[in-house]
C-alpha cells in the first residue's frame, strides 16, 4: 500500500510461495528435468554462455589487483544452485578465472540447504568461510529486501525462473539497480506468459496446464504446488512489458531501440519459440 503496509493478498501470495518452494526443493531438480523434458538445462548453459561470466585473463591483466580479486556475482533465487554452478564453472574453465564468487541467495531455506548439499560435496568451490579460495557465499534473503548488500558492490546480478514468484518485481528491480555497481549487469530468465504463435501457444498450454500439475501428482505427490508454478507462468508479464520494467528501475536495456541487431533485438532474446526469454540491463 501507500503506507508500506503489506495488503493480506499479498501476505497470503508470499507464504503461499515459501509453502510451494519448500515442499518442492528435496524434489526439485529432478522435476525440472522431466517437466521441461530436459531443456531447462539448455537454456541455462545459453544464459550463463550469453553473460560470459569472470574476468578473462590475459597476460596483460594478471598483474592487476583486479584479476585478484575477480567478479562478485549475486544469483538471486538462486535455490539449488544451478546457475551458481555453471557460472562458477564458466569463469573457471573458460576465462581461467580462480577468484570469481558467487552469493546464491534465496528466500526459502529449504532450497537454499540444498544448495549447500550441492557444494558441499563440490571438490572444486570452496565454501569454508576462512578459506582464502571462498567461490561460494549463502545468503537467506527476500530480492525485494537485500539490505545486507551494500549499494554498488555487485559486477553481476543473475536471477533464473525466479522473479514471477516476487510479489513487488519493481522493487526487486530496484533492489538489483541499487546493488549493482556502476556498468554492472542485470540478467533475467524467465519464462513468458505466451508464445507468438498462436498454435503453438495452444499446444504449449494444454502440456502446461494439463501435464505439468499431473507429474507434480505422480512424482512428487504435490499437485497444488505444480498448478500454482503454471498459473505464475501465465501472471507473469509479456517480453516488452518487463523490459519496460527494467527500464523503470533506471537500467540501460541493450537492443531495447529497434535496429540494433544481435540476439537482443528489441529488448530481450526469446528461447525455444518464446516459451522462456532472456532480459538483460545495464546500470549506466
Ligand atoms: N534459480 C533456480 C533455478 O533456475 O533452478 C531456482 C528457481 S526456483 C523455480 C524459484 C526460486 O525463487 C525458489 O528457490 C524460491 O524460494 C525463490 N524465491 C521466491 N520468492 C522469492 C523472493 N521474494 N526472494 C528471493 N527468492 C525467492
Known sequence: THFGFKTVAEELKASRVRTVFSSVAANYDTMNDLMSLGIHRLWKDHFVRSLNPGIRLTSATTSSPQSATGQTILDIAGGTGDIALRMLDHATTINR??????????????????????FATSPYYSTTTTSPN???????????????????????????????????????????????????????????????????????????????????????????????????????????????????????????????????EGGWEDLSLGIAAIHKGVKP
Open 97 to 118: 578465472d580462480n577468484a570469481t564468487s558467487v552469493i546464491i541467495s534465496d528466500i526459502n531455506p529449504e532450497m537454499l540447504a540444498e544448495g549447500r548439499k550441492r
Open 134 to 264: 571462498r567461490r561460494v557465499s549463502f545468503l537467506e534473503a527476500n530480492a525485494e529486501d537485500l539490505s545486507a548488500i551494500e549499494s554498488n558492490s555487485i559486477d553481476l546480478y543473475t536471477v533464473a525462473f525466479g522473479i514471477r514468484n516476487f510479489t513487488h518485481k519493481q522493487v526487486a528491480l530496484q533492489e538489483a539497480f541499487r546493488v549493482l555497481k556502476p556498468g554492472g549487469v542485470f540478467a533475467c530468465l524467465e519464462f513468458t506468459p505466451r508464445l507468438s504463435n498462436p498454435i503453438m501457444n495452444g499446444i504449449y498450454k494444454r502440456w502446461s496446464f494439463g501435464a505439468i500439475p499431473l507429474i507434480g501428482q505422480v512424482v512428487a505427490a504435490d499437485r497444488e504446488s505444480y498448478q500454482y508454478l503454471v498459473e505464475s507462468i501465465e501472471r507473469f508479464p509479456s517480453q516488452a512489458e518487463f523490459a519496460g520494467m527494467i527500464e523503470d528501475a533506471g537500467f540501460i536495456v541493450p537492443g531495447k531501440e529497434r535496429g540494433d541487431g544481435g540476439d537482443l
